[in-house]
């Protein structure tokens, strides 16, 4: 069963209109959580490069990554949970998790199931919800994984 249907949502997923990389975020973490994640990683041996400026090096511990000085340059994490459906984490602050998928990947009702699995999966891996703001809309989410009930629900325009 589906946690959405791709007709009640499509035009949330239409890159034209709501920028084509919405913002995912987990608020209230820490580095044990972004090490969670980073050990999802490996368990779900999913695809992933993770990238320091141009260079690309083995999976840090989270705590070693979060500790680089402030104005060093901010590494990402490339994260394929499926073959073609990227997920772009950002190491900015211990106490967010932030990442970015491009919504021209996530369209129709298999790819949208796919996404709300792997919310799913990150969500219940931390125990926390994750929140997905339309790009460049910090903090007015239309969409998230409500750990509270298991499942990725719509939230409508806020």
Known sequence: MSDLLWADVKEYFDPYKMGSLPDLRVPHTS??????VLDLVVERRWGHEYVEGDTALPLPRAVDVLARPRDAECPQLRLWPTGDMCAIFRFHAAEEIDFDMDLRELQGQ???DLFCDFLRTIGGRLGKSVFMDPEGAYGHPFLAFDIRIGRVVFLGER
């Not at 580095?31 to 969670?36: E, T």
């Open 31 to 36: 580095a044990d959580d972004w090490q969670a």
């Open 110 to 112: 298999e790819r949208l």
